[in-house]
Structures are given as C-alpha cells and as structure tokens.
C-alpha cells in the first residue's frame, strides 16, 4: 500500500491501519452481540442457524461423499474380518431362532386378540424421512448432526432420529432442506427410557461422553450391567420400545453408564419417526366418533 | 527486513480468492461426519491454522469480514455458541496481521511457536467462554488435545499453505 507524499511509516498513524483497528472492534462487538443474542433471542438465532444449514447443506453433502466412501470401506473391512466367526456363531443362532418363531407367531396372535378384547389404544410412529448425516459438530461441546432432510420431507422439531441399531436423538432445529440432531450424548440430552426387564422409567442423560448416565432410578432398585435399555414412549418425543443401548457400569458413586447401540460417530444415514402419542380418554373417543383412518405409511406400533 | 509485502488483491483476479476459499474449506471440512471414535479429543482446529497463516502472509487477502463470516458460519454449522469462533478468530488476526512484519522476519520455528502458544491460548478461552454460556465445565482435556493435534500438525499445512502463496506471488 503506497503512503501519501511527504509521509513515511511511524511518522504518523497510517489513516488506513487506524481504520482497520475500528473494523476489528466493530466486528468483536458485533460477535459478542451475536453470543448475546444467542442467548436472549434463541429463536431468532435458531432461525438464522437453520437458513445456514439449508445453505450449506447441498455443499457439505458433496464434501462429504469421499468421508462415506472411506467409512463404507471401513465399515466392509471390519465385517469381512469378523464374518467367518460370525457366520458359525449365526448358524447356531438361526437353528435356535426357527424353532422359537413358530411359538413367537402364536404369541403375537394371542397378543393381538387380548388387546382387541381390552380395547387397548397403542400409539404409533412412522417414518417420515431417511436422510444423509452432512456435518457433525465435531467439538468438544456440542454433540448434534446435521441432516440433509428438512420440512420438505416433513421433518419437524421434536421429531425423534435412530439408525439401524437404535435411538441416535432427536431434531432440535428445522430448515426448509436441512435438520438439526441433538445425539443422545449431548450435555443438554434428556430423554425418557426404560429398564427392559421391569419396565421402571428412568432418564437418560448426556454429559458430552460417548456413555450417557441414567437418571432419577429408584433408590432401592439394583441395576446390574447388561441390562437392556429402550425408550419409554413418555414425553409424546420417542416412540416406545425402541432400542437404545444396555447398562454397562455401575462405579463406587453409583452412576449407570449406558453403552448406546447406536454408533453415533461417524454417522452415515439416519431415519427420522415422528410419534403419535397416546390420546387422552375424551380425545381418543372423539376421533373415534369421527373415525379418524388409521395412517397407511404407519411403519411399527410398537 | 520484510520478504514480501502482502500482494495487491487487484492485481490477483480469482487468484486472491485462494486464502479465503482454503481457510472456507477448512472450516467445511473440519466438520464432516469423520468414522473415528473420540474425534472431539484429535481433531485439529483447521480453520485456525489458515487464518494464522494467510494473515501473516496476505492479510489483505483475508480481511475481517471473511474471517467474521466464516466464524459465524462455523458456528452456526457446529451447533456452538453463535459468534465465539468469529470473535476468536477476529482476535487472532488482528494479532497476527499487527505481528506479520516480526513474523515474517523470524524463522518457520519460531513462527510455529508463536502458533503453539496462540493455538493453546485459543482452545483455552474457547474452553471458557463455553463453559459459563453453557452453564457447565465442559472437558478440558478435549480442547487441550485438540489444541496439540492443531500445533503438531501445523507444518504440514503451512508447506501447503506457502506452496499456494508461492503460487499467487509469480
């Protein structure tokens, strides 16, 4: 940069390096009014946030296409080096699994007509999108994905996200192409879960580790390592019963540990299910009254 | 006495995009879905290590608004606190653009451990700043671990990174 005529560095301060000084405090008090905002105006940010995703989302989908490759590759790898073992070990188990279909058959029948006779009312979830995980948060502070499905596969917020192996989380913030998910392990993750064996609710919380912690169990109760855990369906955000990991330790200060079923690095696909809880009495008989159809792309009830 | 000047971004035509669209790219690719476990605990700060670089190099080819818009972009992307990484990386370049002609000067060493300490300095009060606006001590030990894969890591990116300004000076 040339310097007026007559004016050399250090002689005076360059008016060009002084207006730069006032962009910089500009730009420090317009971030800290922004980390402000954040906190006061969350809507308003959370909107913004979400037009960025939207934005970035086809880019970051792109990006991202060499990191599937490699974990597809990874992932083939790793079941190629366990298949031998696996398909004795998957022999043995299907010879088992044949002879206890036919008993589970008779099960679901019977099950079915005794909820008819009782008239039970069960809640349901269905699928809404399957989407490609885009971009993870990656820090040491937030534990969220972002998905390239927004309310134009109709997703919403609330909505609750799992995989092939169970609960991932659910979405905290929707654009019109891309979602935001808080994952289980998020600090500020709370949801409501069950032990599978007596069915006593409990939460599970996230604390930003890869093992969330359960919650509010009962004193008395014993929990021993192993034991499965599946969402309760309380709260009207995840539907019943689906799997979310099995109790792996219990330390001398009597924090449980959940090892979670679902890998939740290195996310590739996830499906998002939105879940139509229960209805109060008058509600349920109301709909009735109008003979509300069942949905057609209902997936599970359970 | 100082190398090079920073280049005159008129002359560059597209060419004085370069700084801008690889620490853009940085940032984008420090935030894809890595298949590796524990990730938060190794994964470098990118975007750091190219705004260190292209503001002592050509800081005129990285001015604040880029590397406001690209923190605040960060941020929106991660989940974070709206506006930390641009108010760091802000903070940042100003000091390394005040400090580009003593830089320049020093040798690769000493420039990378003047790097070192800004990078641990960062990932600190990163560690803070988040902390009290999350309401919760968050792991050290995971920006601490992070902050020494950006510093170990940081020659390899600074040869590629003069490669590029070598590049824009012919």
Redesign the interface.
Known sequence: MKLPKGKTFGAHKHPFKVGRKVTAFLFIVLALFLLLIGKSQFSVVESARARLGDFFAPILNILSQPVVAVNTALQWGEDLSVAFNQNITLREENQKLRAEVAEASQYRIDNQRLKQLLKVHESDHRLVATSSVVADSGGSFVRSVLIAAGRNKGVEKGHAVINEMGVVGHVINVGRTSARVLLLTDLNSHIPVKLASTGENVILAGDNSSRPKLLYLPLERRVVAGEKVITSGQGGVFPPNLQVGEVEEIDAEGHIYVKLNARLYGLNYVSVVSYDSALLPEQNQSSQEVGSPKRPDVVAGD | MLKQGSTKTSSLGFMGLIPFSVVALLS??????????????Y?PYLTLMGVYFWSVEQPDLLP??A??SI???ED?????????S??LL??L??FAAAQRRFLIEANRQFSWIIFMVLCFLFAAVF?L??SI??G?W??FG??MG?AAMTAFLYPVFDGLFRYLNTALQD
């Open positions: 984008l690719v420090t935030i894809l879905p890595y298949p590796f476990p524990m990730i938060e605990y994964l604040l608004v590397v406001f923190g605040v972009v929106a992307l991660t989940g974070g606190p709206l506006g930390l641009a108010l802000i903070i370049r100003q560690w700043i988040s606006y999350l919760q968050l792991s995971a920006v992070r």
